[in-house]
């Protein structure tokens, strides 16, 4: 790793890494380290000729996971045609609050973004700048609430996780179900703002640890319960077909896999 970046893959065209989480994509903020900034010093400390970064997808600043950039122009716009026509292949692993009733599914919804918040919402169909989210999810297994969280009063957080958002769920979305949580694969078939984090809490399973959507959550454990496992997409240049994937580093991740009794 060189400072705070992790690198998977690089050629002249493009670059794969792991994103930290709290770091964010691009920020017009001076004095704030972010992924372009990052990777710029890292091929210039290379002494590489070529520095330059340009962004074909993101991810939240909280959340952790596997990100490609482009090294040129003629990359970017392959790359971004490929995010933007749904053919890069994204899955993200999540960890959220509640058990589902099916054990996989769809949800739909409309948001409507708030720029001034930097906010979503699920909004009615209709809505003057709302826009339509879909994503298909599978649970991949049930945390029991001791598992889930060691170190806690267990009735605290029961009573804490039964105020959150019970009546929010989408009447055609799943429904939670008692305290405990549920690590769930998520594939995205749109890529709106804060899309996983807004659907899955309307649906009544928010995200552990977002303390944007989720303000109840218990506290202490970072990153959010969110991360980008695996990418796929089709070189720019070769035309060959391009797989990676990583695995979770975040506490929240490792304790849902019993990796971690010390918390």
Not at 62 to 69: L, T, W
Not at 118 to 139: E, I, W
Not at 145 to 167: F, P, R, T, Y
Request: with cysteine; net charge neutral.
């Amino acid at each position: 790793m060189y400072k705070n970046v992790e690198i998977i893959y690089e050629d002249k065209e493009v670059v794969v890494c792991r994103k930290l989480p709290g770091v964010p994509v691009h920020t017009p903020r001076l004095g704030q380290q972010d992924m372009v900034s990052l990777l710029r010093n890292y091929f210039a400390a290379k002494g590489e000729e070529n520095t330059q970064i340009f962004v074909v997808h993101r991810l939240d600043q909280p959340v952790e996971g596997i990100m490609v950039f482009a090294r040129n122009k003629q990359a970017a716009a392959n790359l971004s045609r490929q995010s933007r026509e749904r053919s890069m292949d994204k899955c993200y692993l999540v960890l959220v609050e509640g058990t589902f009733a099916e054990a996989s599914g769809v949800l739909e919804d409309y948001l409507w973004q708030d720029k001034e918040t930097n906010t979503s919402s699920v909004v009615a169909q209709g809505t003057p700048g709302a826009k339509y989210a879909m994503l298909r999810y599978q649970v991949e297994k049930v945390v029991k609430l001791e598992e889930a969280v060691c170190g806690h009063e267990k009735a605290g957080l029961e009573s804490k996780i039964d105020n959150m958002g019970q009546e929010t769920g989408s009447s055609a979305g799943p429904q939670r179900q008692g305290g405990d949580r549920s690590l769930v694969r998520v594939w995205l078939e749109t890529g709106r703002h804060h899309q996983i984090r807004v659907q899955m809490a309307y649906a009544g399973h928010p995200i552990v640890g977002d303390r944007k959507y989720n303000p109840g959550s218990v506290q202490g454990f970072m990153p959010v319960g969110l991360c980008a496992v695996k990418i796929a997409f089709v070189h720019p240049v070769t035309g060959s077909r391009m797989e990676f994937s990583v695995e979770p580093q975040g506490k929240l991740f490792q304790v849902a896999d019993g990796n971690d009794k010390g918390i």
